[in-house]
T-cell receptor, first 112, second 112 residues
Framework: NAGVTQTPKFQVLKTGQSMTLQCAQD?????MSWYRQDPGMGLRLIHY???????DQGEVPNGYNVSRSTTEDFPLRLLSAAPSQTSVYFC???????????FGPGTRLTVT | SQQGEEDPQALSIQEGENATMNCSYK?????LQWYRQNSGRGLVHLIL?????REKHSGRLRVTLDTSKKSSSLLITASRAADTASYFC????????????FGKGITLSVRP
């Protein structure tokens, strides 16, 4: 198993650009989620999915879109990047919420 | 708003001392988890305690859960310089829209 993979590891965007952060897992986990981590703020939930075709908003969903067309993939889209979206983004997956989630290595995004 | 709030925000102790970190949460939970994050690195899960458990041990870690007070504590005994890291509590709320949400974290410094 590759676990939870995230690409890219680093990205620099200009304000207004769009991009997709990729997250994939090969463990047949139903539950996947995206977090952003900012200094002094811990991790905040952006969007999550309890299975293919189902997504829901977390604490800080504005400016981000997600889709879950397959169990394996859960991409996070930034439609029009803003400097406030400069952050480290973590994807996580778990079989269900009774189990500990596995986190990906993170994507460090800078928006200038 | 974030589900978990850790206390203190920063803790500095001498090697060999015990470190106690507290976490309070707002809603009913299925389980509560503690994570560790070294500077610039990803999250590592330490321990999970379920809502029907009161205390759990893992090596030098001891976690307690008081659901009546909606609080948990993480005790690291005989601390080492290598325990220097940020520690986060995260909880999964009960109900239809269960989510894993994190506190802001505690920065622990262990002086050699």
């Amino acid at each position: 198993n590759a676990g939870v993979t995230q690409t890219p590891k680093f990205q620099v965007l200009k304000t207004g650009q769009s991009m997709t952060l990729q997250c994939a897992q090969d463990m047949n986990h139903e539950y996947m989620s995206w977090y952003r981590q900012d200094p002094g703020m811990g991790l905040r939930l952006i969007h999550y999915s309890v299975g293919a075709g189902i997504t829901d908003q977390g604490e800080v969903p504005n400016g981000y879109n997600v889709s879950r067309s397959t169990t394996e993939d859960f991409p996070l889209r930034l439609l029009s990047a803003a400097p406030s979206q400069t952050s480290v983004y973590f994807c996580a997956s778990t079989l269900d919420l009774a189990h500990l989630p596995l986190f990906g290595p993170g994507t460090r995004l800078t928006v200038t | 708003s974030q589900q978990g709030e850790e206390d203190p925000q920063a803790l500095s102790i001498q090697e060999g001392e015990n470190a106690t970190m507290n976490c309070s949460y707002k809603t009913s939970i299925n389980n509560l988890q503690w994570y560790r994050q070294n500077s610039g690195r990803g999250l590592v899960h330490l321990i999970l305690i379920r809502s029907n458990e009161r205390e759990k041990h893992s090596g030098r870690l001891r976690v307690t859960l008081d659901t009546s007070k909606k609080s948990s504590s993480l005790l690291i005994t005989a601390s080492r310089a290598a325990d220097t890291a940020s520690y986060f509590c995260a909880s999964i709320n009960t109900g239809a829209n269960s989510k894993l949400t994190f506190g802001k974290g505690i920065t622990l410094s262990v002086r050699p």
